[in-house]
């Protein structure tokens, strides 16, 4: 059984540095969702995708952040000119897409430190 | 804003039931509640989600009232491995996005 997988597991850089995650979502699965998490709250929605399309995006996803889901598998998150505040957990999950109840599955986060 | 009101901790004993109560007042005739858990420095894992009916799964037991403003998640035998930080999510309808509230922190003791 393949969950979703996410990478690097962590990632320190430097402010002003670029960084990328992937996430590799469950076969199949047609919705992928990124959201953030910084330490002692709930993981907040970024944004997420109907196959290759992105459908809903926060207002926490600034001019710096982007996401692509470019072929409906794989998805990448970018965040340019990182900042200090950008330090997180970031989490991916994906769903099947169809039915009312549409249950997510998430990765194990990608954990960033911006020094 | 979350639409999940949740205690902010809570204590069992190892091997007794533990009660975690989620107050969704606003909850709509079409709207699933979900409950999820995370461990620390893991990603939230799934435990159960319902509608109106009780539901019960290999993990845990999920208890909705009959106004559908409340629920309960049981874990049956709680072991110390079920410390985790507990969501009740509502996801608004018209939406896929999980709105999580800041959770309850079950800690077992031994």
């Known amino acids: 059984d393949t969950g979703v997988s996410q990478n690097p597991r962590h990632k320190i850089t430097k402010r002003g540095q670029n960084v990328t995650f992937r996430c590799d979502p469950i076969?199949?699965?047609?919705?992928l969702y990124w959201y953030r998490q910084t330490l002692g709250q709930g993981p907040e929605f970024l944004t997420y995708f109907q196959n290759e399309a992105q459908l809903e995006k926060s207002r926490l996803l600034s001019d710096r952040f982007s996401a692509e889901r470019p072929k409906g598998s794989f998805s990448t998150l970018e965040i340019q000119r990182t900042e200090q505040g950008d330090s997180a957990m970031y989490l991916c999950a994906s769903s099947v897409g169809a039915g009312v109840t549409d249950t997510q599955y998430f990765g194990p986060g990608t954990r960033l430190t911006v020094l | 804003d979350a639409k999940t009101t949740q205690p902010t901790s809570m204590d069992c004993a190892e091997g007794r039931a533990a009660n975690l109560p989620c107050n969704h007042s606003t909850i709509s005739g079409n709207e699933y509640v979900y409950w999820y858990r995370q461990i620390h420095s893991q990603g939230p894992q799934y435990i159960i989600h319902g509608l109106k009916n009780n539901e019960t799964n290999e993990m845990a037991s999920l208890i909705i009232t009959e106004d559908r403003k409340s629920s309960t998640l049981i874990l049956p035998h709680a072991t110390l491995r079920d410390t985790a930080v507990y969501y009740c999510?509502?996801?608004?309808?018209?939406?896929?996005?999980?709105?999580f509230g800041t959770g309850t922190r079950l800690k077992v003791l031994a």
């Open positions: 076969s199949e699965h047609n919705r």
């Open positions: 999510i509502v996801r608004t309808s018209g939406t896929y996005k999980y709105i």
